[in-house]
């Protein structure tokens, strides 16, 4: 049987027991109407303010809103989206 740390390509056994380490996740949205630095900014503002959220990447030629972070709420999410004057698709 391996012993802890034995095996480099396993990420638990290099993990000290009791590790709590975080999870990220990541949720991309569609938001058709953004098309300029404003937009931009009023998404990634709001998105922002929600707990849990590490980063905000908005990418104005796709479209895309792209949020990572910890148990992220897809409602509060999208109602940040809303807030800021838009709608995800």
Known sequence: M???GS???NFWSNTPIGYTGRVSETAVYSVP???CGHCERAVREEISLLAGVESVEV?????LVT???ESLDDA???AAIEEAGYEAA
């Open 2 to 4: 391996p012993r802890l």
């Open 7 to 9: 095996d480099p390509n």
């Open 33 to 35: 109407a953004m098309h």
């Open 59 to 63: 990418d104005l030629e796709t479209k």
């Open 67 to 69: 949020i990572t972070g």
């Open 76 to 78: 509060a999410l999208r």
